[in-house]
């Protein structure tokens, strides 16, 4: 299972764009990059998964390089609600014959968002 | 519609007790995962069930951990003769199948062990 290394802490003011950078550079072939959020006392939510270049929903962008070496996650305009912490991981589905499933979560970026 | 939900929301047992956790996957989803989650710690990966595969049990830390599924619904977590070490939030989540990357998690049953 490719390892991701992420800061641990960020601070941002309200209507700042926030950039979370996170490293995986022993992603696998197969292996795609996802984003999750979580607030205190509930279980993470899904924010945006991507292969390569950028991917683009209604509540963030994800950019990845050529390489696929690193990932950013850009959330635009954040505001108070966007504090939380973000967790990047890198996986392959099972049922793409790779193996077992499973999302490795670290410890996430922890983002405070100051009034 | 409903969301995966867990029961008991809390649970407080002295060590040594065995106790079980549920889970009611989201309706239609195949693939359902259990994960511990300490305190101001990320997620550790338990067990993964898909379907009517044999589940992926590689997460479990001891054989003091079992878990179950029924076809493709409930999910029971159950821990025998519980340490201090097993006190945690207990994460289920669902997806619509192993190849999805979009997990839906339920908001978690926090376990104590006195």
């Known amino acids: 299972l490719a390892k991701t290394t992420q800061p641990i802490s960020m601070d941002s003011y309200e209507g700042q764009e926030v950039n979370i950078t996170c490293s995986h550079n022993n992603i696998a072939t197969n292996d795609y990059i996802t984003w999750y959020q979580q607030f205190p006392s509930q279980g993470p939510r899904f924010i945006i998964q991507g292969y390569k270049t950028k991917v683009t929903n209604e509540v963030a962008s994800l950019f990845i390089p050529a390489d696929r070496k690193s990932s950013t996650l850009s959330l635009p305009r954040v505001s108070l609600s966007d504090t939380a912490v973000y967790y990047c991981?890198?996986?392959?589905?099972?049922?793409?014959?790779?193996?077992?499933?499973?999302?490795?979560f670290g410890k996430g970026t922890k983002l405070s968002v100051i009034p | 519609g409903a969301g995966v939900s867990q029961s008991p929301s809390n649970k407080v047992t002295e060590k040594g007790k065995d106790v079980e956790l549920r889970c009611d996957p989201i309706s239609g989803h195949t693939a359902l995962y259990w994960y511990r989650q300490r305190l101001g710690q990320g997620l550790e990966f338990l067990i993964y069930?898909?379907?009517?595969?044999?589940?992926?049990k590689s997460g479990l830390p001891s054989d003091r951990f079992s878990a179950e599924r029924t076809g493709e619904s409930v999910s029971t977590l159950t821990i025998q003769r519980t340490q201090q070490e097993d006190s945690a939030v207990y994460l289920c989540?669902?997806?619509?199948?192993?190849?999805?990357?979009?997990?839906?998690f339920g908001p978690g049953t926090r376990l104590t062990v006195t």
């Open positions: 991981l890198v996986g392959t589905p099972a049922d793409s014959g790779a193996g077992s499933y499973q999302l490795t």
């Open positions: 989540a669902s997806s619509l199948s192993g190849a999805s990357y979009e997990q839906y």
């Open positions: 069930f898909q379907g009517n595969s044999a589940p992926d």
